[in-house]
């Protein structure tokens, strides 16, 4: 009888160890859950699930709910950097020409509705979009801030005074504000691999060279603050206008002075001032003209559309009329 309930006693005491010791596991393994991995990979879950964006904008600092998906772009060089990263606006600030787009964003363009002039866009219309993100330049549209933010958030870029190094900034920022933070930064990247390329090939064209947009009442030096003129510098290019302005207006008198060695003229029209100056001697004195290093580029490609493309085009345009032969 006393061996029967010794053994009794012993095969509980061993249930009972058991139980202590499982229990024991499971209190363990739940107590470090939170500091060992299992915890840490926990909060990138959370994170995704929380899908804002935060970008650092002309403004300050901008928070947006989730990944955009209705973008309203207020001008060319913010529709360059959409198409560039596969982004299709649904509303575009084009002054209700869409012929002013360059070739090679017009050709990534899908549908998109136009919302009337840069200056003076439809607020109507735009609100009639729907659109969970409209990104502005901090100087054309600082009188419409107020009526956009109320439409959905902005994010407010200094793209009109933008010289070429605030150009690649505004890119990435924009990259980051619509979801594709790791494609702008590879998109960049192969940018700047071209522009290496165009560096070589007009790396001994040592010339002072002014591109300019001119239309029939004047003639508007693009200076090395401007975008233009701020890239034709990176490239190597010397800016005969020294000016502080981006875009100083010039007498004829003026650009004699100037006396650029190429040019590049952006027409706003087919006929321009220059028709007029063409006439008169000084006109003849400017080594640009005298030299036959005068080109007309597309004021599409140079001037408006700020972006991956537009720059490219500047680039291959450079190459192509001053590059080593």
């Known amino acids: 009888m006393l061996h029967r309930i010794h053994r009794r006693t012993l095969h509980f005491t061993l249930m009972l160890v058991l139980i202590l010791n499982l229990a024991a596991c499971g209190s363990s393994a739940t107590s470090q859950a939170p500091s060992g991995s299992a915890g840490q990979q926990s909060a990138p879950v959370a994170a995704s699930q929380d899908g804002k964006i935060t970008v650092d904008d002309a403004l300050g600092t901008v928070t947006l709910p989730k990944k955009p998906e209705r973008i309203v772009t207020m001008d060319f060089s913010f529709t360059d950097m959409l198409v560039t990263l596969g982004v299709q606006p649904v509303g575009i600030a084009d002054d209700s020409s869409p012929d002013?787009?360059?070739?090679?964003?017009?050709?990534?363009?899908?549908?998109?509705?136009?919302?009337?002039?840069?200056?003076?866009?439809?607020?109507?219309?735009?609100?009639?979009?729907?659109?969970?993100?409209?990104?502005?330049?901090?100087?054309?549209?600082?009188?419409?801030?107020?009526q956009l933010k109320a439409i959905a958030p902005i994010v407010a870029l200094d793209?009109?005074?933008?010289?070429?190094?605030?150009?690649?900034?505004?890119?990435?920022?924009?990259?980051?504000?619509?979801?594709?933070?790791?494609?702008?930064?590879?998109?960049?990247?192969?940018?700047?691999?071209?522009?290496?390329?165009?560096?070589?090939?007009?790396?001994?064209?040592?010339?002072t060279v002014l591109p300019a947009v001119v239309n029939p009442k004047g003639f508007f030096g693009h200076s090395d603050h401007s975008y233009s003129g701020s890239m034709l510098k990176m490239l190597g290019f010397t800016d005969p206008v020294k000016n502080d302005?981006?875009?100083?207006?010039?007498?004829?008198?003026?650009?004699?002075?100037?006396?650029?060695?190429?040019?590049?003229?952006?027409?706003?029209?087919?006929?321009?001032?220059?028709?007029?100056?063409?006439?008169?001697?000084?006109?003849?004195?400017?080594?640009?003209?005298?030299?036959?290093?005068?080109?007309?580029?597309?004021?599409?490609?140079?001037?408006?559309?700020?972006?991956?493309?537009?720059?490219e085009k500047i680039?291959?345009?450079?190459?192509?009329?001053?590059?080593?032969?």
């Open 100 to 146: 002013l787009f360059m070739d090679a964003v017009k050709s990534k363009l899908t549908k998109y509705t136009s919302v009337g002039s840069r200056y003076e866009p439809n607020i109507e219309l735009i609100s009639s979009l729907k659109p969970d993100l409209i990104i502005v330049d901090i100087n054309k549209h600082k009188n419409a801030l107020t």
């Open 159 to 207: 793209d009109f005074q933008a010289d070429y190094n605030q150009m690649l900034k505004n890119f990435l920022i924009t990259a980051k504000a619509v979801g594709k933070e790791e494609e702008g930064k590879k998109r960049l990247q192969e940018h700047q691999a071209k522009m290496d390329e165009a560096k070589k090939k007009i790396k001994n064209a040592s010339l």
């Open 245 to 311: 302005a981006a875009y100083p207006q010039l007498t004829l008198e003026q650009l004699v002075e100037t006396n650029p060695q190429a040019m590049f003229l952006m027409p706003t029209e087919k006929v321009t001032i220059v028709n007029q100056w063409e006439s008169n001697p000084l006109w003849k004195k400017i080594d640009a003209v005298a030299n036959s290093k005068m080109y007309t580029v597309e004021r599409r490609d140079w001037s408006l559309s700020r972006g991956m493309l537009g720059s």
């Open 315 to 325: 680039a291959e345009d450079l190459v192509k009329a001053l590059g080593e032969k």
